[in-house]
C-alpha cells in the first residue's frame, strides 16, 4: 500500500507561479514512476508530467517549457513547478504512483489550482 499526500494548490493570477508536492509512504519499490494528472471540470483527467526514479522526464505538450517536474528520493517526494500560468491551467492536480513491481498504482487526493485571468 502506498499513501501519496499532496500540497501546494490554491489561486494564482495568470502569470503567475506555484509549487506542487507529493510525499509517498509506505511500500515504496526503488523502481518507479511518479507523475501529476489533471482533471479540469468536464474534462477527462489527462497527463501533465512524469518522472522515473532513474530521472527521465515527460511533459504533456501544453506545459512543456512552463512547468518542470523534479523529485527529491530521500524524502520520496516529487516537485510540480508551474510558472506562467494560463487560466486552462485550472484544475485538480492529482499525483500517481506506479512501479514495475506491482501491478498497482497510487493517486493522491488532489489539490485544487485555480487560475483567474
Do not use: H
Not at 523502481?31 to 512524469?50: F, S
Not at 494560463?86 to 484544475?91: F, I, Q, Y
Not at 500517481?96 to 485555480?114: D, E, F, I, K, M
Request: hydrophobic share 30%; aromatic share 10%; charged share 15%.
Amino acid at each position: 500500500q502506498v499513501r501519496l499526500v499532496e500540497s501546494g494548490g490554491g489561486l494564482v493570477q495568470a502569470g503567475g507561479s506555484l509549487r506542487l508536492s507529493c510525499t509517498a509512504s509506505g511500500r515504496i519499490f526503488s523502481i518507479n514512476a511518479m507523475g501529476w494528472y489533471r482533471q479540469a471540470p468536464g474534462k477527462q483527467r489527462e497527463l501533465v508530467a512524469t518522472i522515473t526514479s532513474g530521472g527521465s522526464t515527460n511533459y504533456a505538450d501544453s506545459v512543456k517549457g512552463r512547468f518542470t517536474i523534479s523529485r527529491d528520493y530521500a524524502k520520496n517526494t516529487v516537485y510540480l513547478q508551474l510558472n506562467t500560468l494560463k487560466p486552462e491551467d485550472t484544475a485538480v492536480y492529482y499525483c500517481r504512483y506506479s512501479s514495475t513491481n506491482s501491478p498497482l498504482a497510487y493517486w493522491g487526493q488532489g489539490t485544487q489550482v485555480t487560475v483567474s485571468s
